[in-house]
């Protein structure tokens, strides 16, 4: 299965907001025989600022890599990779000139999907905080390329909302709003880089859209997507994208007609609504009200603070992320996507 020019093997990076079919997308992307998508991990990041400028790769670098790599709380516990295999492997590489980037490669190759697979010809990657790293995802994969999901803001609160309940309506749209103008700026910057999809296109419309992403990537189309659901019944799935076990539909579509408030749906067009228009979802004529507003204010205030700090987490050293998530995962402090998963291993 594995290339044995690694460092020839295109990237490419699923971006959007959380709840807005991401994983649905990479799902699908992954049953391709001629790709691998892994489940969430944010090794990449976690990673990075230790290793990224390493040059020589003895064992003695790998061990400690290798070390480091499992306490990645996603990767340790839903990649399946062998680990004696993977360190045997990349001991086996030239121990100079090896960059953290085909490191990251040889990682990718040994997930274990769920998915048959032939030769891998691309490597797929998708995390709903990527949008905040594109920068340093290009500063290790420069020519990365990116598919942009986008899925209507009104929608993407609902969903959101069933997995985190005690978060606000203005919470959930402010951070649909800064995610996609986050993807925005960075396609500005490259635009040929970027394909970017609505996720109610993708439903209507899968063989298609399927076909130009394939397009996209410079991979041959395989009707093998569209089965994405058909995989073993012991296989890891996220209980909270249970759409993914079933035939791709169209019930998810437009449920904020009936779970959204009209308070709530002015709220969400009132901060969402203008970048939303870019994307042709429609929102009520609204006359700006400041007091109405300034209510919203400390809700946008705690999403900022919030991805200020993570952002701020990514840059601290390994060690001190390695004792956060030894912390977080004794005392149960996590954050919004850990805390999800935790409930929906216990319901498992």
Not at 187 to 216: A, G
Not at 246 to 256: A, L, T
Not at 328 to 335: R, T
Request: proline share 3%.
């Amino acid at each position: 299965m594995h290339n044995l020019e690694v460092h020839k093997i295109p990237v490419f990076f699923i971006l959007g907001k959380s709840r807005s079919g991401t994983t649905l997308l990479q799902t699908m992307l992954d049953a391709h025989p001629n790709a691998i998508v892994p489940v969430e991990s944010i090794f990449l990041l976690y990673l990075k600022k230790k290793y990224f400028n390493i040059k020589i790769w003895d064992d003695k670098r790998i061990n400690q890599f290798i070390n480091d790599l499992y306490k990645e709380r996603k990767f340790c516990y839903f990649w399946n990779v062998n680990r004696e295999k993977l360190s045997t492997e990349l001991k086996s590489l030239p121990k100079k000139n090896i960059s953290y980037s085909e490191i990251c490669k040889h990682i990718y190759l040994n997930y274990s999907s769920v998915f048959t697979k032939e030769e891998i010809v691309i490597i797929g990657d998708k995390n709903p905080v990527y949008p905040f790293f594109i920068a340093d995802i290009l500063a290790v994969f420069p020519d990365a390329k990116f598919i942009h999901l986008i899925r209507d803001y009104k929608d993407v609160i609902v969903s959101s909302r069933e997995v985190l309940a005690n978060r606000s309506v203005a919470r959930f749209a402010y951070e649909w709003k800064y995610v996609n103008e986050e993807i925005e700026k960075a396609k500005n910057n490259n635009p040929t880089s970027f394909y970017t999809l609505k996720y109610e296109n993708l439903v209507y419309d899968s063989e298609f859209y399927l076909k130009e992403i394939c397009n996209f990537l410079s991979l041959p189309y395989s009707a093998k997507m569209l089965d994405f659901y058909e995989r073993p019944a012991s296989a890891y799935y996220n209980l909270s994208h249970k759409n993914t076990l079933y035939p791709i539909n169209d019930k998810n579509i437009n449920k904020w007609k009936k779970k959204l408030s009209e308070k709530e749906i002015l709220t969400a067009d009132l901060i969402a609504g203008k970048l939303g228009k870019k994307y042709d979802y429609k929102k009520n004529k609204i006359k700006i009200n400041v007091f109405l507003s300034i209510r919203f204010l400390g809700a946008i205030i705690s999403q900022k603070a919030e991805i200020f700090i993570f952002k701020w987490y990514q840059k601290m050293p390994i060690g001190f992320k390695n004792f956060k998530a030894n912390f977080a995962q004794k005392f149960h402090i996590l954050s919004y996507h850990s805390q999800a998963e935790d409930r929906f291993k216990k319901e498992k």
